[in-house]
């Protein structure tokens, strides 16, 4: 059998009506993926400061501050939760071009078992 | 990656100029580009296999959200804009993409220099040629150990001579190949034994890899640091023997502290001047690349400090352009990285090789310690090695 994997475009991003894309493709596979951020004195506003994979938000905890040891204050969010909009469309100049050359958009792999 | 063959034996490869600057009679990558990182892409999470040290903890299921067609070939315009000089194709098994030459014609045209990293059973002799004519300038296949424990290691009887018919159709399409070895309990005693087979196979170019921590490689499965130091004394010797005669590259990967080992071993064995000159090549190499020379994006996007540091994503290439989330420096960790050796605790930032070793794997020392400024549990230099020979020279060269 060919497993079919959906790399279409609409599996990464839908256009808003703003213009703007919500990025909706999945951050972690498996184990959930926790947005940081993070400050370093209390006068320090909160930056993001990328994502850990962690089964729990305690695990992230502790994954975070083993990687930011000099946090002072540190937010875990489920990365599941996060909407993400940006102006940014990765590969919509070669988006059309693909769908124009081939019936099925989505590439396929090959089998492997 | 360290170079034993370079470094002791004088044998100059391509990949030189990107580890000791240009110091070197073979042809050259670009010069112009050494200041980015070489980036792995691990083109999906899918693989036929399921062995056991796999860094990706990949399986045979496929998983939503991996990059398109159209997103690679925008991905790779953006790391040749940037300035990467290298892209190494990876997974999971990147050839169960059959977009995968395409996607490697896209990085050969856009300046890149596609080379692959797979296991080598689904490589034939029709997917090679096509490979080849893709313009994929190297390709590395996965052996790890002989042919029961290699079967063993991956969870798939006849993964081994699968492999081996790979590599075949890899020299037959006059492609670069070369064996990528990771070096564990499991495989250390098998070295010998397959260093001899792929050579005769034609073979002659050979990675040894050190064993990450991350996803299913654990540090229970990795040797002792004194196993550890006999095994790299045992590669050490077998490149001086393989290399009367013929031109074979041996590599180190993973674990810097080699570097200093090779410092030591030079002097022991051919004398001041020639310590003294190894040293100077890995002062320019830099030490330990994760953060800095060395990044990787995975299969939904995510950009890490290196291939092995999946659990840690500094961010998205969905969301910002590889070289802006590269460059920002705001991220605490990526300042940690690159601000080696003053960040590392006090056993690395006294040691007499701190500078081309910086501290070996920062993940390594995290997964065992929790403490990211640890020594790497992997460190295997004895005490007065550390403290380094009696009188400095002065120009960050070893004593006279």
Same mark, same amino acid.
């Given at each position: 059998?060919?497993?079919?994997? &959906?790399?279409?475009?609409? %599996?990464?991003? *839908?256009?808003? @009506?703003?213009?703007?894309?919500?990025?909706?493709?999945?951050?972690?596979?498996?184990?959930?993926?926790?947005?940081?951020?993070?400050?370093?004195? @209390?006068?320090?506003?909160?930056?993001?400061?990328?994502?850990?994979?962690?089964?729990?938000? *305690?695990?992230?905890?502790?994954?975070?501050?083993?990687?930011?040891?000099?946090?002072?204050?540190?937010?875990?969010?489920?990365? &599941?939760?996060? %909407?993400?909009?940006?102006?940014?469309?990765?590969?919509? &100049?070669?988006? *059309?071009?693909?769908?124009?050359?081939?019936?099925?958009?989505?590439?396929?792999?090959?089998?492997?078992? | 990656?360290?170079? #034993?063959?370079?470094?002791?034996?004088?044998?100059?490869?391509?990949?030189?100029?990107?580890?000791?600057?240009?110091?070197?009679?073979?042809? /050259?990558? $670009?010069?112009?580009?050494?200041?980015?990182?070489?980036?792995?892409?691990?083109?999906?999470?899918?693989?036929?296999?399921?062995?056991?040290?796999?860094?990706?903890?990949?399986?045979?299921?496929?998983?939503?959200?991996?990059?398109?067609?159209?997103?690679?070939?925008?991905?790779?315009?953006?790391?040749?804009?940037?300035?990467?000089?290298?892209?190494?194709?990876?997974?999971?098994?990147?050839?169960?993409?059959?977009?995968?030459?395409?996607?490697?014609?896209?990085?050969?045209?856009?300046?890149?220099?596609?080379?692959?990293?797979?296991?080598?059973?689904?490589?034939?002799?029709?997917?090679?040629?096509?490979? +080849?004519?893709?313009?994929?300038?190297?390709?590395?296949?996965?052996?790890?150990?002989?042919?029961?424990?290699?079967?063993?290691?991956?969870?798939?009887?006849?993964?081994?001579?699968?492999?081996?018919?790979?590599?075949?159709?890899?020299?037959?399409?006059?492609?670069?190949?070369?064996?990528?070895? =990771?070096?564990?309990? /499991?495989?250390?005693?098998?070295?010998?034994?397959?260093?001899?087979?792929? =050579?005769?196979?034609? #073979?002659?170019?050979?990675?040894?890899?050190?064993?990450?921590?991350?996803?299913?490689?654990?540090?229970?499965?990795?040797?002792?640091?004194? +196993?550890?130091?006999?095994?790299?004394?045992?590669? #050490?010797?077998?490149? $001086?023997?393989?290399?009367?005669?013929?031109?074979?590259?041996?590599?180190?990967?993973?674990?810097?502290?080699?570097?200093?080992?090779?410092?030591?071993?030079?002097?022991?064995?051919?004398?001041?001047?020639?310590?003294?000159?190894?040293?100077?090549?890995?002062?320019?190499?830099?030490?330990?690349?994760?953060?800095?020379?060395?990044?990787?994006?995975?299969?939904?996007?995510?950009?890490?400090?290196? /291939?092995? !540091?999946?659990?840690?994503?500094?961010?998205?290439? $969905?969301?910002?352009?590889?070289?802006?989330? !590269?460059?920002?420096?705001?991220?605490?960790?990526?300042?940690?990285?690159?601000? +080696?050796?003053?960040?590392?605790?006090?056993?690395?930032?006294?040691?007499?090789?701190?500078?081309?070793?910086?501290?070996?794997?920062?993940?390594?020392?995290?997964?065992?310690?929790?403490?990211?400024?640890? =020594?790497?549990?992997?460190?295997?230099?004895?005490?007065?090695? $550390?403290?380094?020979?009696?009188?400095?020279?002065?120009?960050?060269?070893?004593?006279?």
């Amino acid at each position: 059998m060919t497993d079919e994997l &959906d790399r279409s475009p609409a %599996a990464g991003s *839908e256009l808003t @009506p703003d213009g703007r894309r919500a990025v909706t493709a999945p951050r972690s596979d498996g184990e959930p993926e926790w947005e940081l951020f993070l400050c370093e004195s @209390p006068t320090e506003p909160l930056r993001h400061a990328g994502s850990v994979t962690a089964p729990s938000a *305690e695990a992230a905890h502790e994954r975070a501050m083993g990687l930011f040891p000099e946090a002072t204050t540190l937010w875990c969010c489920p990365a &599941d939760e996060m %909407a993400r909009f940006t102006e940014r469309d990765l590969g919509s &100049d070669y988006r *059309e071009a693909d769908e124009e050359g081939a019936a099925d958009t989505r590439p396929t792999t090959r089998e492997v078992r | 990656m360290i170079s #034993v063959s370079k470094l002791l034996y004088d044998l100059d490869a391509a990949g030189d100029g990107l580890r000791y600057g240009a110091d070197s009679d073979a042809e /050259q990558i $670009r010069e112009r580009r050494q200041q980015r990182p070489v980036v792995v892409w691990n083109t999906t999470k899918q693989c036929n296999l399921s062995c056991a040290h796999c860094y990706a903890g990949a399986d045979c299921g496929s998983a939503p959200g991996e990059l398109t067609t159209a997103e690679g070939k925008a991905l790779l315009d953006e790391l040749a804009d940037y300035g990467v000089p290298v892209v190494l194709f990876s997974g999971g098994e990147p050839l169960v993409r059959d977009d995968l030459p395409e996607l490697v014609a896209h990085a050969s045209d856009a300046g890149l220099r596609p080379v692959l990293s797979t296991n080598g059973t689904l490589l034939t002799r029709e997917r090679a040629r096509e490979l +080849r004519d893709a313009g994929l300038a190297y390709a590395g296949i996965s052996v790890d150990g002989g042919r029961e424990t290699n079967d063993a290691f991956r969870g798939e009887a006849g993964a081994f001579d699968a492999a081996v018919r790979g590599i075949e159709a890899c020299l037959d399409a006059g492609l670069k190949t070369g064996l990528r070895y =990771t070096v564990t309990e /499991q495989t250390v005693d098998d070295i010998a034994d397959v260093v001899d087979l792929l =050579t005769d196979v034609g #073979v002659d170019r050979f990675c040894f890899y050190h064993l990450a921590y991350g996803g299913r490689g654990v540090p229970e499965a990795d040797l002792t640091p004194e +196993r550890r130091r006999e095994a790299i004394t045992e590669l #050490v010797e077998l490149t $001086r023997e393989y290399h009367s005669g013929a031109g074979i590259e041996t590599l180190l990967v993973g674990n810097y502290c080699d570097a200093a080992y090779l410092v030591e071993y030079a002097r022991e064995a051919f004398g001041e001047e020639r310590a003294r000159r190894v040293r100077r090549h890995l002062e320019r190499n830099g030490g330990d690349p994760a953060g800095e020379r060395v990044a990787d994006i995975d299969y939904l996007g995510n950009v890490h400090a290196t /291939q092995f !540091w999946q659990s840690y994503s500094l961010g998205n290439v $969905r969301d910002r352009p590889f070289g802006a989330i !590269w460059d920002d420096e705001s991220n605490p960790l990526l300042g940690r990285l690159r601000d +080696r050796p003053d960040s590392l605790g006090e056993q690395c930032r006294s040691c007499a090789y701190a500078d081309i070793c910086r501290g070996a794997s920062r993940l390594r020392a995290l997964t065992v310690t929790g403490d990211i400024a640890a =020594t790497d549990p992997q460190c295997y230099l004895t005490p007065a090695e $550390r403290a380094g020979p009696d009188t400095p020279t002065g120009d960050g060269g070893v004593a006279d």
